[in-house]
């Protein structure tokens, strides 16, 4: 099925598509395919289907506790030496026992706590507004002067993620925009390669999002973004470095076009956050792009990536309290009470961001600046290798992403091999290619190594066997070769919903 609609402009395809999708004959050659792709995942999603009870309804009488732990202790077993031993790309970012054990204990000492009661769990509020002061030190709030007398202070707040801190910048943005400058379309301007959370936001909160190219090393394109700027743009966006391909976007440039024309400007540090301080004090060099540029006006910086901290906190950063106000929710007349809160949820964790507080306390600068050698020094010996393989090439220069392409092979039969070997890689596209994000797990004796030993010998096998069958490589094929997202949108679509079968 595929390039048959090629020579259609995208636009019109995707049209003609959407008639044709709903005429039965196209719907059932669809569906066959559908099928076929997910039956496939379908298995791979659902390993313990046939050792372990299945629950469709809450079982009657509940479970002997000690019980249900072993039954779980064993699946967590199962699934821990693939990211332990270093075979997966980013996702667990430290993962030495003795600091997962720390968390686990800190963990269980605020289990029950939660920042919505301020007055039960005081605790929170100081754990929370101490992530914030910490982290914004970390990225240049010291010395933005107050002397101004403008509302320059840096502030933020606790949330549960990189994107919800991307959703609750764009959020606090359109907002301001609308009560200020009388805003009712907002257009946000952010790289092809910034994270899908800024798409995220434009869909749940109603902003167009006009995105601009990236220059042949994969860095914004500030002439692009100029031209890009209306009187209804909101923000412009910077990444620090980028999900893909690990590149840091202009920032210096980008967020002065910002500041000289009076539009907030976002950097997505969700990745480099807790990295680029240390490599800057490192020596390595690393471009500004915090709060030491007077025209970044925010800042998402994930705690729960190279900060060390359990999944589910991520910190975003204003300049100015009077920004940070238009990200909260607050409601005066429900019969609820008065009701405020400061992010999404309304009931939140407390003990992760307890967790949080306590990684940073305990890693502490030396800690993170010895992590951050690590990686890196790993990184640039696996970049190394995979420039002296004729087959590949590394995407831009980046520091501790690593994507590479190929000229000669399907890169994601590659990736399908390695994951045949154990390995979980990240496929990306537009243009093909794949990323390994080094973690403290990478920098293991030895892991280098393996992933350079595996690699030769997934791009060998691959130019030995170029016709294989199976894996995500024909998924990834038709994406690329499709005029129209939709297919790609309802295989994703159906793919979400096999997640939730029994
Ligand atoms: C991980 C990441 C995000 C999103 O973070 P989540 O924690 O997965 O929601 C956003 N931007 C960049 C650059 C990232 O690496």
Redesign the pocket.
């Known amino acids: 099925m595929s390039g048959y609609l090629d020579w259609i402009p995208p636009k019109i395809a995707s049209k003609l598509f959407r008639c044709l999708r709903n005429t039965p004959h196209v719907r059932k050659r669809l569906d066959e395919k559908y099928d076929k792709i997910l039956g496939e995942l379908r298995t791979k999603t659902r390993p313990y289907k046939n050792s372990h009870t299945t629950y469709s309804s809450i079982p009657e009488i509940g479970r002997d506790r000690n019980d249900i732990l072993k039954e779980m202790e064993q699946i967590g077993a199962a699934e821990t030496s693939q990211w332990k031993d270093g075979f997966v790309s980013g996702a667990v970012y430290h993962g030495d026992d003795e600091h997962i054990e720390f968390l686990n204990k800190v963990y269980a000492v605020h289990s029950q706590s939660n920042p919505l009661h301020p007055d039960v769990w005081p605790s929170s509020t100081k754990y929370e507004a101490e992530i914030v002061a910490m982290t914004a030190e970390m990225l240049g709030a010291k010395g933005t002067s107050k002397d101004t007398g403008a509302d320059e202070e840096i502030c933020g707040v606790v949330s549960s993620?990189?994107?919800e801190s991307?959703l609750l910048a764009m959020k606090a943005y359109r907002d301001r925009a609308r009560a200020a400058r009388g805003i009712r379309k907002p257009e946000m301007i952010v790289p092809s390669t910034a994270?899908a959370?800024f798409d995220k936001a434009a869909q749940y909160f109603n902003i167009k999002i006009i995105r601009v190219p990236v220059d042949h090393r994969f860095r914004a394109d500030v002439d692009e973004t100029r031209r890009a700027i209306t009187k209804n743009t909101i923000v412009i966006v910077g990444?620090a470095p980028?999900?893909p391909h690990g590149i840091i976007d202009p920032i210096e440039q980008l967020s002065e076009l910002a500041r000289q024309r009076s539009i907030g400007f976002h950097t997505?540090a969700?990745?480099g956050g807790f990295v680029l301080p240390w490599a800057r004090k490192l020596g390595y060099d690393i471009p500004p792009f915090d709060f030491a540029l007077p025209g970044v006006t925010s800042i998402s910086a994930?705690t729960?990536?190279y900060g060390y901290a359990p999944k589910g906190t991520?910190v975003v950063l204003y300049r100015g309290s009077d920004l940070r106000r238009y990200q909260y929710f607050k409601v005066a007349d429900w019969p609820g009470g008065l009701y405020f809160s400061p992010t999404l949820a309304g009931s939140r964790p407390g003990a992760l961001s307890a967790a949080c507080w306590a990684s940073m306390v305990a890693v502490g600068q030396h800690g993170y600046m010895q992590a951050v050698q690590r990686i890196i020094q790993t990184a640039s010996a696996i970049k190394k290798e995979i420039e002296r393989m004729p087959d590949l090439h590394v995407l831009g220069e980046p520091l501790w992403v690593i994507a590479f392409g190929s000229e000669t092979l399907d890169v994601y039969r590659v990736m399908d091999c390695m994951t045949a070997k154990h390995w979980s890689l990240n496929g990306l596209h537009k243009p093909a290619c794949l990323h390994l994000c080094v973690t403290l797990r990478h920098t293991q004796p030895g892991a280098p190594e393996r992933f350079i030993h595996d690699l030769k010998e997934a791009v060998e096998y691959v130019k030995a066997n170029p016709q294989t069958e199976g894996g995500m490589a024909p998924v990834y094929g038709m994406a690329a070769t499709l005029p129209v997202r939709s297919v790609i949108e309802d295989l994703l679509e159906r793919y979400i919903d096999l997640l939730y079968e029994v």
Do not use: E, P, R, V
Request: glycine letters at 12%; hydrophobic letters at 25%; one cysteine or more.
């Open positions: 993620g990189g994107t991307i994270h959370a990444s980028s999900f997505d969700c990745l994930d729960h990536k991520s």
